[in-house]
């Protein structure tokens, strides 16, 4: 098992900056990926960004350039720095380790954190 806990979200106006921040801790041992998906209202869960234990990178078009995602594997933690923050930025975060092995991928997910971006 994996436990995820976030922190970080909130409010925040058009332009602002928010930092996510997801502590893993349990059974966090080969072939791996920590990211950050989000889902808004109405919406299916999509990819935010993430990050392999390599340091391979995976984002959406939409915050390329805007948001950055960092990984620590010594301390099993992954932060998602976003800049420029849009109302459509509007969502629950949620962290995700996803595990890579034999039987195919396994995903962990955090509870969730809301961002809201609104003047």
């Not at 928010?18 to 041992?29: E, H, M, V, Y």
Request: hydrophobic content about 35%; some cysteine; charged content about 15%.
């Amino acid at each position: 098992q994996v436990q995820l806990v976030e922190s970080g979200g909130g409010l925040v106006q058009p332009g602002g900056s928010l930092r996510l921040s997801c502590a893993a801790s349990g059974s966090i041992f080969g072939i791996n990926a920590m990211g950050w998906y989000r889902q808004a209202p109405g919406k299916q869960r999509e990819l935010v960004a993430a990050i392999t234990s390599s340091g391979s990178i995976n984002s959406a078009d939409s915050v390329k350039g805007r948001f950055t995602i960092s990984r620590d594997n010594a301390k099993n933690t992954v932060s998602l720095q976003m800049n420029s923050l849009k109302p459509e930025d509007t969502a629950v975060y949620y962290c995700n380790y996803a595990r890579f092995g034999a039987y195919g991928r396994h995903d962990y997910w955090g509870q969730g954190t809301q961002v809201t971006v609104s003047s």
